[in-house]
């Protein structure tokens, strides 16, 4: 998740996707931002490449824990829609007009259906973003991060998450024949082979499936219907892969739970390795990774991984931003944890410090979690996402920047 991180967002860097985390721990240099950041969008830095989706992410956690957004806050997001009904990583100037030079994609497009939606009071906009989205799928059933691009799993959970905010059955949205869940069983990985469970971002040159975590924990959710927002789903019938010849979209996610619990088994988090650079923690993948697991009922091993980022994850979240806070908020509420005590650092007043203050909803779902004792503040975010800098290399190839957000490997 990415920024699922981001996940989805990077999805769309097809020549990255494969072996590059979109949250890893390290950092590049972050750009300034060319001009004043406008009040209502929360975070510091360049909001270039991930304006839509940290704001996004921010807005669905602040609900999740039981707050209401500041009304400024929610205006920034819903301002940055198009006329067509989508949405850019970031428009420095929302007043004017989108044209062929706006790059609109479904990963900002369906964080912000979701966040939208759970803002409420946005109900046009949420229906003309669905329509754009509905517009733009492939005949595979699935999306790609640009219009017409290849489908990939991260944009294709994204979207589906998307869709059922908006109480769509994603079921029943498809092209020539095929649903968003064929795109996601045809990405599974057999079982018995090297990753099998596993979901690929894409297919590779060759054709094959490499396994891929970010794609994978993006899958669980979409296969399970769920959006960014999940709580402890069923135990799974079975603690391994299972074979089938036509996996139905909850074999998908059971298998592809059972490779998630057993790459976080030894060490409770997934390890990403930038092409050459030595191997370190994947926070932000380790993240989503934890609201997949307890999607899929499998807590045991969400709450493992969810252990292991208290004690390691705050510095990262520090130096991230709006979106790794509201990540490690999400992971919290999947399995039952409390975000005002994340290791001695309250994450509730981490990512609202960052941003317009929200007002505390006594009648919003959460409400409880929010208003437990907060500790010392973990201090502001100076950095910017890993991703950025992708995005800058990626651009100069693709003409453009997911989970999913959006990519990593472990």
């Not at 706006?102 to 906009?125: P, R, W």
Request: glycine share 12%.
């Amino acid at each position: 998740m990415n920024v699922r991180r981001s996940a989805a967002a990077l999805a769309a860097i097809g020549v990255l996707a494969a072996a590059a985390p979109a949250t890893a721990a390290g950092q590049s240099p972050s750009p300034s931002p060319k001009a004043a950041l406008p009040s209502g969008l929360y975070g510091t830095s360049d909001p270039t490449y991930d304006g839509v989706w940290r704001q996004s992410l921010t807005l669905i956690a602040q609900r999740t824990l039981g707050y209401r957004p500041a009304a400024k806050a929610v205006d920034w997001l819903a301002g940055q829609q198009c006329a067509n009904g989508a949405f850019a990583a970031f428009r420095a100037a929302p007043a004017k007009a989108c044209d062929a030079k706006v790059m609109v994609d479904t990963n900002s497009t369906a964080a912000a259906v979701q966040a939208l939606k759970a803002a409420g009071g946005h109900d046009d906009a949420v229906g003309k973003a669905v329509t754009w989205l509905k517009s733009v799928q492939n005949k595979d059933g699935g999306w790609g991060y640009s219009p017409g691009g290849p489908s990939d799993t991260n944009s294709t959970s994204v979207v589906i998450g998307a869709l059922a905010a908006a109480g769509t059955d994603p079921a029943s949205v498809g092209k020539s024949g095929k649903s968003p869940y064929d795109l996601l069983a045809a990405m599974s990985l057999p079982c018995g082979r090297d990753g099998g469970g596993a979901l690929a971002y894409q297919p590779d040159k060759k054709g094959k499936l490499p396994a891929n975590a970010d794609a994978t924990a993006a899958g669980v959710l979409g296969a399970l219907g769920k959006g960014f927002v999940v709580q402890a789903g069923k135990a799974p019938a079975h603690d391994a892969c299972a074979k089938a010849d036509r996996p139905g979209p909850a074999q998908v996610a059971d298998n592809a739970g059972a490779y998630l619990a057993a790459a976080v088994g030894k060490t409770g988090h997934l390890q990403s390795t930038l092409p050459g650079a030595k191997a370190q923690p994947d926070f932000g993948n380790t993240a989503d990774t934890v609201v997949a697991l307890a999607a899929d009922g499998r807590t045991e091993q969400a709450k493992k991984a969810y252990g292991w980022l208290e004690k390691n994850a705050g510095h990262w979240a520090a130096q991230s931003g709006p979106a790794a806070y509201a990540q490690l908020i999400l992971a919290a509420h999947a399995v039952g944890a409390q975000p005002g005590d994340f290791g001695g650092t309250s994450l509730v007043r981490s990512l609202n410090e960052l941003g317009p203050a929200p007002a505390m909803d006594s009648a919003a779902h959460g409400a409880k979690k929010a208003e437990q004792p907060e500790k010392a503040d973990s201090g502001s975010s100076s950095g910017v996402w890993w991703f950025v800098g992708v995005c800058l290399v990626a651009g100069i190839g693709v003409g453009f920047l997911l989970s999913g957000r959006k990519k990593r490997q472990p």
